[in-house]
């Protein structure tokens, strides 16, 4: 990656503090709930790679997010997933205090450390309040990401933005840049305007003061979806954070319909606003009109998702590829044989995780379908099931099919558990010799990785355009997986028909869109998978190239730093390169 300054010996002006509610670091620590968490993992990662002077904060979530259990009928239960810090975390000393409700917190951080490729590390700072001097119901704060009731949740969002910040400076981290990675995190603004303001009350901040305070900031917003916004009423806001933050929020247009919109707070103390794909970039303009609204697709992180088998045939063809992932767009001249191989034992690896986790054996010589995502109800995991009858006939008549599903509700979500209910119901019903469904309980990070690269196209079905980005079909695509998808998020940019998987035609009517699937298994996918082995590997091949090339973190960091991050000094160091050809 060609970073346009030198990250690795950077000034005080490179600093950058990334806030995220919930970050994916490993696969045995719960501290992440779906796709946000493991977008920020996978963003950190890369910025190790890129060798960039960052700093991540979060919540350390001591209960972690909840393990899923499905009954026989699909019933979805949950249980706690309690985790050890002190196992895996390096304590820092520093304690700083907020306030709430009238009460002295007491928060500490434990540090994480992520090296990347070139031994360059960054540090993911956990936010704990588990501490004695703290109320008991301050103690429980940082326990359960997502949990609790709105009164929680906004005390959690007050920890992590201002507690942060002041444990950031503590530690004498001082950036220039502070990213907001959804609205979780907006109270960081709070923070930054009370040392703006040097102890001054909030009231007295100027618009200069303002200016200030918004030069530092970045927000990336993730979704349309109008739960997905934190909204806080004027009760909550004054009793939780105080008459002086409360009243100050309300003054600089944090409030909306009466309400505290943390999406708004992000948006008025921000410079650079993001969505994070194209189309999720017009839809954010469309909801909040007076605001300028960039877009940076999503992507992510190369090596985390690319299968062993693969990164075995990339490291040979391709030896640079960790270090400069738009070298897989040379993937194209990988020989098919390779690519289908590596596939094979891939999709293995699969079929061996699910007979171990379920006893159930699946046929790696059968066209498997995958569908793995939070079960939201837009992203309608049922759509396939549309018209069942027709289906079961599709595999009778074109090709024996096998369809794997995963996905967890949350556990307040119950039209989504009614969803994951409905989905097992007709796997009982619909599987046969020619056709079998399979919904795998607890979906994380293993699981994903096997799927993503063990099944043979991914499907994605979600009603538009409530699909921000998505982020499981480019992993999918490292590993030569094209997809079957709806346009929407970032498909819209990496479908090419044919090349790198297929369109489901967008109806007003859901039938219309299930028959479109349909019509794509019974008239293209399975005549080709079944038919024409060597064509179907060409896309194979292709879909690495053109999606596996761009769709990845280092991409997405590199266009942070010149849009969001430091437009002003790439500028400026490009004028310097481009002087001396100017002047000869």
């Known amino acids: 990656m060609s970073l346009p300054f030198s990250p690795l010996h950077p000034s005080r002006n490179s600093r950058i503090a990334y806030f995220s509610m919930e970050i994916a670091v490993a696969p045995d620590m719960p501290t992440y709930s779906g796709g946000l968490g493991v977008l920020a993992g996978d963003t950190l990662r890369s910025a190790a790679d890129a060798g960039l002077h960052l700093a991540a904060v979060t919540l350390v979530h001591r209960k972690g997010y909840f393990r899923q259990h499905l009954d026989a009928n699909g019933v979805q239960s949950e249980s706690e997933q309690p985790w050890k810090p002190e196992e895996k975390l390096i304590p820092e000393d520093p304690v700083v205090m907020i306030n709430l409700e009238g009460r002295r917190v007491a928060v500490r951080a434990w540090r994480y450390d992520v090296q990347g490729i070139t031994g360059h590390t960054i540090s993911i700072y956990f936010l704990d309040s588990d501490l004695e001097q703290n109320d008991p119901r301050d103690r429980a704060l940082t326990d359960r990401l997502y949990g609790g009731d709105g009164d929680y949740r906004l005390r959690q969002e007050a920890l992590l933005g201002i507690g942060g910040v002041r444990l950031l400076h503590a530690l004498g981290f001082r950036a220039a840049v502070y990213h907001m990675n959804e609205g979780h995190a907006a109270l960081l603004t709070v923070a930054l305007m009370q040392d703006q303001l040097r102890g001054a009350p909030l009231y007295t901040a100027s618009e200069e003061d303002m200016a200030a305070v918004r030069q530092k900031c970045v927000f990336t917003t993730h979704t349309p979806v109008p739960a997905g916004h934190d909204r806080f009423s004027q009760e909550q806001s004054y009793r939780i954070l105080g008459d002086e933050i409360a009243s100050f929020l309300e003054q600089r247009g944090g409030v909306h319909d009466g309400l505290l919109n943390m999406t708004y707070v992000a948006l008025t103390f921000s410079r650079f606003v993001n969505g994070v794909a194209m189309q999720h970039g017009k839809v954010s303009r469309s909801m909040f009109p007076e605001y300028e609204i960039s877009a940076?697709?999503?992507?992510?992180?190369?090596?985390?998702?690319?299968?062993?088998?693969?990164?075995?045939?990339?490291?040979?063809?391709?030896?640079?590829?960790?270090?400069?992932?738009?070298?897989?767009?040379?993937?194209?001249?990988?020989?098919?044989?390779?690519?289908?191989?590596?596939?094979?034992?891939?999709?293995?690896?699969?079929?061996?995780?699910?007979?171990?986790?379920?006893?159930?054996?699946?046929?790696?010589?059968?066209?498997?379908?995958?569908?793995?995502?939070?079960?939201?109800?837009?992203?309608?995991?049922?759509?396939?099931?549309?018209?069942?009858?027709?289906?079961?006939?599709?595999?009778?008549?074109?090709?024996?099919?096998?369809?794997?599903?995963?996905?967890?509700?949350?556990?307040?979500?119950?039209?989504?558990?009614?969803?994951?209910?409905?989905?097992?119901?007709?796997?009982?019903?619909?599987?046969?010799?020619?056709?079998?469904?399979?919904?795998?309980?607890?979906?994380?990070?293993?699981?994903?990785?096997?799927?993503?690269?063990?099944?043979?196209?991914?499907?994605?079905?979600?009603?538009?355009?409530?699909?921000?980005?998505?982020?499981?079909?480019?992993?999918?695509?490292?590993?030569?997986?094209?997809?079957?998808?709806?346009?929407?998020?970032?498909?819209?940019?990496?479908?090419?028909?044919?090349?790198?998987?297929?369109?489901?035609?967008?109806?007003?009517?859901?039938?219309?869109?299930?028959?479109?699937?349909?019509?794509?298994?019974?008239?293209?996918?399975?005549?080709?998978?079944?038919?024409?082995?060597?064509?179907?590997?060409?896309?194979?091949?292709?879909?690495?190239?053109?999606?596996?090339?761009?769709?990845?973190?280092?991409?997405?960091?590199?266009?942070?730093?010149?849009?969001?991050?430091?437009?002003?000094?790439?500028?400026?160091?490009?004028?310097?390169?481009?002087?001396?050809?100017?002047?000869?």
Request: with cysteine; net charge negative.
């Open 296 to 584: 940076i697709t999503n992507g992510v992180h190369a090596l985390t998702w690319t299968s062993p088998a693969f990164q075995n045939i990339f490291d040979r063809h391709m030896p640079r590829w960790r270090q400069d992932n738009v070298t897989l767009r040379y993937a194209i001249d990988i020989p098919e044989e390779e690519i289908a191989a590596a596939h094979t034992q891939a999709k293995r690896v699969l079929m061996d995780g699910i007979a171990e986790r379920t006893g159930v054996r699946l046929d790696p010589g059968i066209f498997t379908i995958g569908f793995a995502r939070r079960a939201a109800t837009y992203k309608r995991a049922d759509l396939l099931f549309t018209d069942p009858e027709r289906l079961a006939r599709c595999a009778r008549e074109q090709g024996a099919m096998q369809i794997i599903y995963s996905g967890k509700a949350h556990p307040a979500d119950s039209p989504g558990k009614e969803k994951i209910r409905h989905v097992i119901e007709l796997a009982h019903r619909l599987s046969n010799d020619s056709l079998r469904i399979v919904y795998l309980e607890n979906y994380e990070w293993q699981l994903a990785a096997q799927l993503v690269s063990g099944v043979d196209v991914w499907l994605n079905t979600p009603k538009r355009p409530y699909e921000a980005s998505g982020t499981s079909g480019m992993k999918a695509a490292l590993n030569g997986v094209p997809s079957l998808s709806i346009l929407d998020g970032w498909w819209i940019e990496g479908w090419i028909e044919g090349v790198t998987g297929w369109a489901i035609e967008d109806h007003e009517d859901e039938s219309a869109e299930a028959g479109s699937i349909y019509d794509h298994l019974e008239r293209v996918l399975l005549p080709l998978y079944y038919q024409q082995p060597q064509q179907w590997r060409r896309i194979m091949r292709s879909t690495i190239a053109l999606n596996g090339s761009f769709f990845n973190t280092q991409r997405m960091l590199e266009q942070y730093v010149v849009n969001a991050y430091f437009p002003e000094s790439v500028a400026q160091a490009s004028a310097q390169v481009r002087e001396p050809v100017l002047a000869g």
